[in-house]
């Protein structure tokens, strides 16, 4: 997966990071050592030095909830909906036989 520095981040070895994109596109920051604070940079992928490192900065996975509702009719399913006030609305119109209250926990890139 790409590193994009827009999205949190911390590198591999989990420390502590901040790091703000040059005019050269490089990353020029901080990360966090047993001996305090490092100065540092690292290429715009996120790479410390020409090999796999323990300080390339890694995006930190944002935990997400998916809450909707969905009715269920004879012959398939209702558009999904984040309130269950229109979900009643649509199964009064659609005369759907149930409705389900879905909520899943997950990590953004992780599938559904």
């Not at 796999?52 to 995006?59: G, I, K, P, R, W």
């Not at 984040?82 to 890139?109: D, P, T």
């Given at each position: ?100 209250h879905i909520i899943r926990e997950f990590e ?5």
């Amino acid at each position: 997966m790409s590193f994009d520095h827009t999205k949190p981040f911390r590198c591999r070895n989990g420390a502590e990071a901040g790091a703000t994109k040059g005019p050269d596109g490089r990353l020029y920051g901080w990360t966090m050592t047993v001996d305090g604070p490092l100065m540092t940079s690292w290429d715009s992928r996120g790479i410390y030095g020409n090999s796999a490192s323990a300080f390339d900065l890694v995006n930190i996975p944002q935990h997400r909830t998916l809450d909707v509702w969905v009715n269920v009719l004879e012959e398939g399913f209702g558009y999904p909906t984040k309130e269950a006030a229109h979900a009643a609305v649509q199964r009064n119109r659609w005369k759907s036989i149930a409705c389900l209250h879905i909520i899943r926990e997950f990590e953004e890139g992780e599938g559904l």
